[in-house]
């Protein structure tokens, strides 16, 4: 996404310019409290990697590349690169004096480790099915890094230049087999782990030796999860909060129209991706016509009103109008009146139920979609869950509907390999790390396997073209809409950009280089 949406990645500052930033240098000092809208799932940074996971541990982690705000592809812990002709070999030269929180010095070998340690599967790590490229991990010298792949793969720098697969900590930081930890392991980010009170707050503190010179300027970094749209923007408003994020979109209408103009906004267009994701390898939705049924059943104009307040646009795939990797989709308009017929044609039990489970904060998108699905003859039971249940009964297969979500990658391999790519052995162990699902198609791993390898652009583009059909013609999901997340916060805080995912933090932008007026 921060690649692709370079000419529509947007900050906005709807009602004030920060006149005091462009007066006054940047301040040391303060402590700045962040509303989030989710609790992490833990302290583990190589396993659930949610996107609030990740933008959480990206305040104390980093990874070899980074994309900066505008999209582009940047060094960060590898200072340089070089690629081997044959595309198999990445040689990475680190930082020189770049130290951990705990003091230790960057080296290539905690670069191995970290690697080693997402790829070995007793650990339970997201990092296993996006790695499964990467052959070996080499120790060239103190600072030299080798990656050697099994075959050539296009969208290998884009996967390390996110913390997902795997953030980099100290050599034997983290016990192997350990899913869930007392603490965060020391990073390189700009901010340390200091405290975590689950539900409560994640305190972050100030890296004092952080490699990037001058940052961060805010002593203390308080993250509080705060389910509740409404105590989010009270709480703004009245000044407990200095910055909330995913602001409620009521509130942004309200704002649009020139309300609250003591507060100041920053929007990532693109940033919030939302879908209706079936269990496809179990009843009932192991058969495509009920699948259909559901999608003649939603309209997702009507979602998006109802849901956001019209702030957002239909979505039928993964990528967005704008993307390079968008294709064109035949159009599928909702036609409630076939629903009936279709389940009559599968002979569904006249009392027949199905399950929808989603999470508090989804509370007005659930309802919406529910109300469609019971018009439509679809009887609906609804289950809310702590965000922490619903990722488990998602990650074990014990759904057959959930409201989900994400943002937008870069590159498609690695997303579509490791969330459509079969995984047969993980659904019948009912560990399914990404592929939720539970979708296999031998013939889309096929030709997914062939993209990876593949240079060529406009080769990988039909290629991945082909894929997306299939995804579409299976109804393994059903996208439903992108939508723009919005951060409010208040006029002492100053120096706050973000970029098109919405992101806490990146190497131009961000919360380390957020200061408060004071």
């Excluded at 190589?46 to 996107?51: E, H």
């Excluded at 200072?79 to 680190?94: H, I, P, Q």
């Excluded at 930082?95 to 191995?112: I, P, Q, T, W």
């Excluded at 899913?179 to 700009?190: V, Y």
Aim: charged share 30%.
């Amino acid at each position: 996404m921060r690649r692709i949406f370079l000419f529509v990645w947007s900050l906005v500052l709807l009602f004030s310019a920060d006149l005091l930033s462009g007066a006054e240098a940047p301040k040391y000092g303060g402590r700045l409290v962040l509303a989030i809208r989710n609790d992490i799932n833990g302290l583990n940074p190589f396993v659930r990697t949610t996107s609030t996971n990740v933008y959480v541990r990206q305040l104390a982690y980093e990874s070899l590349l980074d994309f900066d705000k505008h999209g582009k592809l940047v060094p960060s812990l590898a200072e340089s690169w070089t690629v081997s002709a044959d595309g198999k070999s990445y040689l990475f030269k680190l930082r020189n004096g770049v130290k951990f929180h705990d003091g230790k010095e960057l080296s290539a070998e905690d670069v191995k480790w970290s690697v080693d340690y997402a790829m070995d599967p007793n650990n339970g790590t997201t990092g296993l099915s996006m790695l499964k490229s990467v052959e070996r991990v080499n120790v060239k010298d103190k600072l030299t890094v080798e990656f050697v792949l099994k075959n050539p793969h296009a969208g290998f720098l884009s996967m390390v230049a996110t913390i997902r697969p795997f953030p980099i900590v100290p050599n034997r930081s983290v016990s192997s087999g350990k899913f869930d930890l007392p603490g965060f392991p020391p990073g390189t980010g700009p901010f340390a782990f200091k405290d975590y009170k689950p539900a409560r707050e994640i305190a972050f503190v100030r890296n004092k030796n952080y490699w990037r010179k001058g940052l961060p300027y805010l002593d203390e970094l308080i993250l509080k999860p705060v389910l509740e749209d409404q105590v989010r923007f009270t709480g703004v408003r009245a000044g407990d909060l200095d910055i909330i994020e995913r602001t409620p979109y009521s509130f942004i209408a309200k704002i649009l129209k020139g309300e609250y103009r003591d507060l100041k906004t920053a929007v990532a267009k693109h940033a919030g991706y939302r879908r209706l994701l079936f269990n496809v390898a179990d009843p009932p939705f192991n058969d495509v016509r009920l699948r259909q049924a559901v999608r003649y059943a939603i309209d997702k104009r009507k979602y998006i009103d109802g849901a956001f307040w019209g702030l957002g646009e239909p979505a039928d795939q993964l990528f967005p109008g704008g993307s390079a990797w968008r294709v064109k989709l035949p159009e599928i308009k909702p036609d409630p009146s076939k629903v009936k017929a279709m389940l009559k044609d599968v002979g569904v039990a006249p009392d027949w139920e199905v399950e929808l489970i989603g999470q508090k904060s989804e509370e007005e998108e659930l309802q919406v979609i529910h109300q469609q699905l019971t018009a439509a003859g679809i009887k609906t039971k609804v289950t809310i869950l702590e965000r922490g249940a619903r990722v488990t009964r998602e990650s074990s297969g014990d759904f057959m509907m959930v409201l989900s979500g994400g943002d937008i990658p870069d590159d498609p391999g690695e997303e579509f390999e490791s969330e459509f790519g079969c995984a047969v052995e993980e659904v019948k162990a009912k560990k399914r790390t990404e592929n939720s699902s539970g979708y296999c198609n031998k013939e889309v791993d096929r030709v997914l396997e062939t993209a990876i390898k593949t240079k060529d652009a406009k080769q990988r583009y039909e290629l991945y073209r082909k894929a997306i059909q299939v995804f579409h013609d299976d109804v393994v999901d059903i996208p439903l809409a992108y939508v723009p997340r919005y951060f409010v916060f208040q006029q002492k805080v100053l120096g706050f950009e973000t970029d098109a995912d919405g992101r806490f933090n990146m190497p131009d932008g961000g919360l380390s280089r957020v200061w408060l007026a004071r």
